[in-house]
Structure formats: structure tokens, C-alpha cells
């Protein structure tokens, strides 16, 4: 299986403040297509899990601009320009490139 | 409006069975693969099966094959899965979320369902 890793755990930010996540693969998600298949996942508490990027760069319907994600291949970073209070929750990168799909352990965004 | 809602938690004592359900609506759900998502609590998401457009190709993770089954009626717009033999582990959210489509296009799992919680407990 796939393994994927993510850095920090937690992060403690300061609204207004960047951040990022990094997101590394124990495989390549680089397909045939050109396509990296990592996508980026928020769930916020008491939420549903929402969608923020696929395919390492696109941002999902109704994102905010503030978010951002990059990488090719193993290494993956989700950016955030300016941390506002609502983006607090648990951060996942997912890889759908092979099955079983699989998650990283998640990060927790905090407002310090 | 696009959505899935899904139904069918519960509590359920070791080795019991529960059915959960999915009902889409807002988009033709028979262009897309679909597939269950669990939470469990206290720590991550955890990716449980898909299944394609056309209900004849299933996958599942390696902690459910063997007890799980996943289906789908396209007729009726809904997901299901079957869950057998339930352990203790199995507990956490149920989310049904949508995938590629029937055509290889993907977007993201882009729908997410409020989930529906199964509690294995004796």
C-alpha cells in the first residue's frame, strides 16, 4: 500500500499568518496522464470532510484563493496565504492513484 | 443541489450485520464510481471500498474484505454496504463520497455525505 506521511502534526498558526503542510508518498502519484494524483482534504469539527485540491494543484469548487497546493511526484505542500479563524480543523492528504486509497495521519490547524 | 445522505448506522453488538445506505441526487449517479470513507474516532479517515460505475468491479481494503460488500442500484440512485461480522474496530462515521467518473475524469472526491455512525458494543 501506498504510504503517505505528513509534516507537521500540529500546527498552532496566527490568523492572518501563512502556513503549510507538507504531504510526502512512499511511491510516486505520478501517472501516465501527467496527472499527480494526491488530493487534500479538510475536516473541520462536527463537519463532513470537504474537498480543498485534487490532482495536487486544483482547487476544488467554492475554495477560497488563500489555498494552494503543489508537488509532483513523492513530495506534496498544501499552503495557506493567510490562516483565517474558519480554517481550523484536521488536514489530509489522500492519494486515489491505486487502491486501497490511502490518507495521511492528518494535521491539526489550531489558532494560537 | 448535488448531495448524498447517508442512513442505516447503529448500534450492533460483535458479529452482527448492518446495511448502510446512500441516496444520491442532483447528478446522474450512474456516470460515477462511488465509494465509502470511515472515520474513526479520535483519529483519522480511513478508505473502506468503490465500487465502478456500473456496479460490476468492487475493491476493498484489507480490514473489511471478506465481511464487507459494497453495491449499488443505479435505478434507485443509491449506495449501499454490507457490513458482516462487525467488530469492535469497525466503529466510526460511514461517509459516501463520490469519485471519477465512468469516463476516467476526476475531480476530487467532491460530495460528502453528513455520514451515518455504527457502534460496535456488547
Known amino acids: 500500500d501506498i504510504v503517505l506521511t505528513q509534516s507537521p502534526l500540529s500546527l498552532p498558526v496566527t490568523p492572518g499568518e501563512p502556513a503549510s503542510i507538507s504531504c510526502k508518498s512512499s511511491e510516486s502519484l505520478l501517472h501516465g496522464n501527467g496527472n499527480n494524483y494526491l488530493d487534500w482534504y479538510l475536516l473541520k469539527p462536527g463537519q463532513s470532510p470537504q474537498l480543498l485540491i485534487y490532482l495536487s494543484s486544483n482547487r476544488a469548487s467554492g475554495v477560497p484563493d488563500r489555498f494552494s497546493g503543489s508537488g509532483s511526484g513523492t513530495d506534496f505542500t498544501l499552503k495557506i496565504s493567510r490562516v483565517e479563524a474558519e480554517d481550523v480543523g484536521v488536514y489530509y492528504c489522500m492519494q486515489p492513484l491505486r487502491t486501497p486509497f490511502t490518507f495521511g495521519p492528518g494535521t491539526k490547524v489550531e489558532i494560537k | 443541489e448535488v448531495q448524498v445522505v447517508e442512513s442505516g448506522g447503529g448500534l450492533i453488538q460483535p458479529g452482527g450485520s448492518l446495511r448502510l445506505s446512500c441516496a444520491a441526487s442532483?447528478?446522474?449517479?450512474?456516470?460515477?464510481?462511488m465509494h465509502w470513507v470511515r472515520q474513526v474516532p479520535g483519529k483519522g479517515l480511513v478508505w473502506v471500498s468503490r465500487?465502478?460505475?456500473?456496479?460490476?468491479?468492487?475493491v476493498y481494503a484489507d480490514s473489511v474484505k471478506g465481511r464487507f460488500t459494497i453495491a449499488r442500484d443505479n435505478a434507485k440512485n443509491t449506495l449501499y454496504l454490507q457490513l458482516n461480522s462487525l467488530r469492535v474496530e469497525d466503529v466510526g462515521v460511514y461517509y459516501c463520497t463520490r469519485g471519477r467518473t465512468r469516463w476516467g475524469s476526476y475531480s476530487g472526491m467532491d460530495v460528502w455525505g453528513p455520514g451515518t455512525t455504527v457502534t460496535v458494543s456488547s
Open positions: 465500487i465502478n460505475s456500473d456496479g460490476t468491479n468492487t
Open positions: 442532483g447528478f446522474t449517479f450512474s456516470n460515477y464510481w
